[in-house]
């Protein structure tokens, strides 16, 4: 019987990433006896942790960053022949990108060897689970965690290769030597199958979920008389396109008033606000940046919201789609990565992922009272079948608790 999870995370909970691992940790916590946290790195300033449930134990950042890093990596007994078995295979040395993306990886990897093989030593191995919520788990291919059942999930940016310059550090063999593998999309699970040859029977389809069990639908048609009200949630980065929502915004005509709020900041976010000064006065623009989870939660259940959109050339499962849809809101975003496997006809629109500006505001201009209706009630529908929280870490937990 698992007794002791071992989680391996990015940097919770540290900084203010790894927002959904916050909410699935609330499950795990109620149903086994001990948690341990140990993340990779810390890529804020403040060191002050984010609060967890009592039975949970987290350990300081493994690799610190910059130059400090190079230190620890460099110096302990940590193993290395995977890795330069991996240098050699993929002939790392004659790609820069690779080369950064190798070196980056192996001195995480081996300062987090050491940190992990203190933390867990005293844990008895039968009642015991790791479970790393990133596919980089290098730890996992080390002869000294084999006698450990071990568990990882697959999310986009850790685990496509077309997002990585299709190189990602041991992916296979990390893959080989977990007891379940499990995928946030099917997109992801067939993947795994067709590419990596993984057993089927090895793989698990894990959504995640988000909460809101209390919310009621009150469906307001779009009409030509009251102002559209857009959102989108993302970071202010490139492969976002943030850029364009901006430009199908000046497709509206000025007897279309448009109230568009952006969550989320980085490092394009100043950029982006100049963009918009030059939008026509009937288009306001505010740009929140970075809020607390339920921040935007009450945004959304306080707010007449039209439209969510998500403009991104990749993507996995977005979460800002669930907590979107689970009040209601419809959805138009790019068909990129397991997107299609959230938004559909009847509740949003997909648009191609090299989409043209005029095409986003042409989709929300011609939207009808009864089909817009529809897709509220089918955007909350979609949450409740296949992406409530209660539901997926429920699921989530029983198949943890039967890794054998």
């Known amino acids: ?49 984010r609060n967890t449930p009592p039975n949970v134990t987290y350990l300081p950042p493994a690799s610190p960053q910059g130059f400090r890093r190079i230190i620890k990596g460099l110096f302990n007994s940590s193993p290395v022949k995977q890795y330069f078995k991996d240098f050699i295979n993929n ?122 069990p209390s919310y009621k639908i009150n469906p307001t048609p779009t009409t030509n008389n009251r102002t559209l009200v857009l959102v989108s949630c993302s970071n202010a980065v490139a492969l976002k396109q943030i850029d364009k929502i901006i430009a199908a915004l000046h497709f509206f005509p000025e007897n279309t008033d448009v109230v568009w709020h952006h969550f989320g900041d980085g490092p394009l976010l100043e950029n982006l606000k100049q963009q918009a000064r030059a939008l026509p006065k009937h288009i306001q623009c505010e740009f929140h940046g970075w809020v607390k989870p339920q921040e935007l939660l009450n945004f959304y259940e306080h707010t007449s919201i039209d439209w969510l959109i998500n403009a991104s050339k990749f993507e996995g499962v977005p979460v800002s789609i669930m907590e979107a849809m689970s009040y209601g809101i419809p959805v138009i975003a790019t068909d990129v990565g397991a997107t299609r496997e959230i938004v559909n006809q009847q509740n949003g629109y997909l648009i191609p992922g090299t989409f043209e500006p005029e095409q986003l505001s042409r989709l929300i201009l011609q939207t009808n009272s009864t089909d817009y209706a529809n897709k509220r009630k089918n955007a909350r529908k979609t949450w409740q079948e296949k992406f409530n929280a209660d539901k997926n870490y429920l699921n989530l937990i029983k198949i943890l608790k039967q890794v054998n």
């Open 91 to 212: 002939r790392v040395y004659t790609n820069k990108r690779h080369l950064k993306n190798w070196i980056n990886s192996f001195l995480v990897f081996r300062a987090l060897f050491a940190e992990t093989k203190k933390a867990i030593a005293n844990l008895n191995e039968d009642d015991t689970l790791l479970y790393s919520y990133w596919a980089e788990a290098p730890l996992f291919t080390t002869n000294y965690f084999k006698k450990y059942r071990k568990a990882i999930r697959m999310h986009g940016g850790d685990f496509y290769l077309n997002r990585n310059d299709n190189y990602l550090p041991l992916r296979q063999e990390i893959y080989n030597n977990c007891d379940v593998l499990l995928p946030i999309s099917e997109d992801i699970k067939s993947i795994l199958i067709q590419h990596y040859r993984i057993d089927p029977q090895k793989i698990q389809l894990s959504y995640l979920g988000v909460s809101n």
């Open 1 to 49: 019987m698992i007794k002791n999870l071992v989680c391996f995370t990015a940097s919770f909970p540290y900084h203010n990433r790894e927002a959904f691992f916050e909410a699935e940790l609330k499950y795990l916590a109620k149903e086994f006896e001990h948690l341990y946290i140990i993340p990779m790195y810390n890529p804020g300033i403040n060191q002050i942790a």
